[in-house]
């Protein structure tokens, strides 16, 4: 009978609900990979990984939206120039890569005006995220959950070394 009971808990442990930062964790990490068709795109072409024009565009859209909606937009910024450099990070390593191993080069070259408007919806998704978790984020406790999050969702969206070094590069901003 005890046996039983053991495995009734470990059981509901198992299927235990979302914490309240793994969404938030989940749109940085698909934002993350999106990195991987935008450094397709670049590859081979004299567009570099930097584009400070775009990256400036970026940040100003989205604390415009969080003044909007009642978001600090500084704390927006900076969890925005996180997400930018964790992409670029992704990029970075993905060239690398290709350079290395000219057999696993991208054949197809993405466009970019395709790639942007899953990046803008991202985005989106990602201060909605902001918002809904202001009381997590400010309590104490963000750290630890933030990084039970970065776990469950990396092992859920099976992140290779790359994608995980970008997405830890993703979050540093979000606890305040």
């Given at each position: 009978m005890?046996?039983?009971?053991?495995?009734?808990?470990?059981?509901?442990?198992g299927?235990?609900?979302?914490?309240?930062?793994?969404?938030?964790?989940?749109?940085?990490?698909?934002?993350?990979a999106?990195?991987?068709?935008?450094?397709?795109?670049?590859?081979?072409?004299?567009?570099?990984?930097d584009?400070?024009?775009?990256?400036?565009?970026?940040?100003?859209?989205?604390?415009?939206?969080?003044?909007?909606?009642?978001?600090?937009?500084?704390?927006?910024?900076?969890?925005?120039?996180d997400?930018i450099?964790?992409?670029?990070?992704?990029?970075?390593?993905?060239?690398?890569?290709?350079?290395?191993?000219?057999?696993?080069?991208p054949?197809?070259?993405?466009?970019?005006?395709?790639?942007?408007?899953?990046?803008?919806?991202?985005?989106?998704?990602?201060?909605?995220?902001?918002?809904?978790?202001?009381?997590?984020?400010?309590?104490?406790?963000?750290?630890?959950?933030?990084?039970?999050?970065?776990?469950?969702?990396?092992?859920?969206?099976?992140?290779?070394?790359?994608?995980?070094?970008?997405?830890?590069?993703?979050?540093?901003?979000?606890?305040d």
């Open positions: 005890l046996g039983s009971s053991l495995l009734v808990v470990a059981a509901l442990a299927a235990a609900a979302p914490q309240p930062l793994e969404p938030l964790v989940q749109v940085a990490a698909e934002r993350v999106t990195a991987d068709q935008v450094a397709a795109a670049k590859w081979g072409t004299d567009q570099p990984i584009d400070p024009a775009r990256e400036q565009q970026v940040l100003d859209t989205m604390a415009a939206k969080a003044t909007a909606m009642g978001v600090d937009p500084e704390l927006t910024r900076r969890v925005f120039r997400q450099e964790a992409n670029k990070v992704v990029q970075r390593g993905l060239h690398q890569y290709w350079a290395a191993h000219p057999d696993e080069q054949t197809e070259r993405p466009d970019l005006g395709e790639v942007r408007p899953v990046i803008d919806r991202l985005n989106d998704e990602l201060l909605v995220e902001i918002r809904d978790t202001a009381d997590v984020r400010a309590h104490p406790s963000c750290e630890g959950e933030l990084t039970g999050a970065f776990f469950r969702i990396g092992q859920e969206m099976r992140l290779d070394p790359l994608h995980q070094a970008g997405v830890g590069r993703a979050l540093p901003s979000v606890c």
